[in-house]
């Protein structure tokens, strides 16, 4: 589950990037019709950090159980070294 919200995170990155590079050359195209464009850079961002949000709220520490906070190498609770 975990390793699905992390691809499905790179997913919606890799969407955001292409949508806003399609943006991008439309509006050097004159085309200002951008609406879906934006639904979908929005829509992708959303995705993105409710991924984001699930993989940080179940990344707990194996010793103690409790929810990592940082991203550092060492629980910040109980000092354990966490991979
Ligand atoms: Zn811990």
């Known amino acids: 589950m975990k390793k699905t919200a992390k691809r499905?995170?790179?997913?919606?990155?890799?969407?955001f990037v292409i949508d806003w590079g399609v943006m991008g050359l439309k509006l050097?195209?004159?085309?200002y019709l951008i609406t879906a464009e934006v639904i979908i850079g929005?829509?992708?961002l959303a995705v993105?950090?409710?991924?984001?949000?699930y993989?940080?709220?179940?990344d707990r520490c194996p010793n103690c159980g409790k929810t990592k906070l940082s991203f550092g190498k060492y629980c910040p609770y109980c000092g354990k070294e966490i991979n």
């Open 48 to 53: 993105f950090w409710v991924c984001i949000m």
């Open 8 to 15: 499905l995170a790179v997913i919606s990155v890799a969407v």
């Open 42 to 44: 929005l829509i992708s």
């Open 28 to 31: 050097l195209d004159n085309d």
């Open 55 to 58: 993989i940080k709220l179940t």
